[in-house]
Nanobody, 126 residues
Framework: QVQLVESGGGSVQAGGSLKLSCVVS???????MGWFRQALGKEREGVAS???????RYADSVKGRFTISRDDAKNALYLQMNSLKPEDTAMYYC??????????????????????WGQGTQVTVS
């Protein structure tokens, strides 16, 4: 069983920064990993993804402000969020697709590919 635990959320003023972390209980170094978010009353949306080959993809709404990265030695996935806006307020979830293989698409636009999800960490921007 793969468990994901997010941390690093909190309250911040507009223009500020936060770094989210996601620790995975059983790290798969070449897994496809992603960050998603869900604002109150809205549908979940993809934010960013990181393939096992290092390919990154970002939603247009966060491009240039957010950076997804991983540290295999720490079994961790990160999301550095800069220039935060009130519309970034949401519960943020990390997710893993451990069955990703080279040549396959790893994208936040395909949430159904991610079989393991964390419980989320709240980000509030005022």
């Amino acid at each position: 069983q793969v468990q994901l635990v997010e941390s690093g959320g909190g309250s911040v003023q507009a223009g500020g920064s936060l770094k989210l972390s996601c620790v995975v209980s059983r790290w798969i170094p070449k897994a496809c990993m992603g960050w998603f978010r869900q604002a109150l009353g809205k549908e979940r949306e993809g934010v960013a993804s990181l393939g096992g080959d290092g390919t990154t993809r970002y939603a247009d709404s966060v491009k240039g402000r957010f950076t997804i990265s991983r540290d295999d030695a720490k079994n961790a996935l990160y999301l550095q969020m800069n220039s935060l806006k009130p519309e970034d307020t949401a519960m943020y979830y990390c997710a893993a697709n451990p069955f990703w293989t080279y040549g396959a698409i790893c994208s936040y636009t395909r949430p159904g590919d991610f079989g393991y999800w964390g419980q989320g960490t709240q980000v509030t921007v005022s």
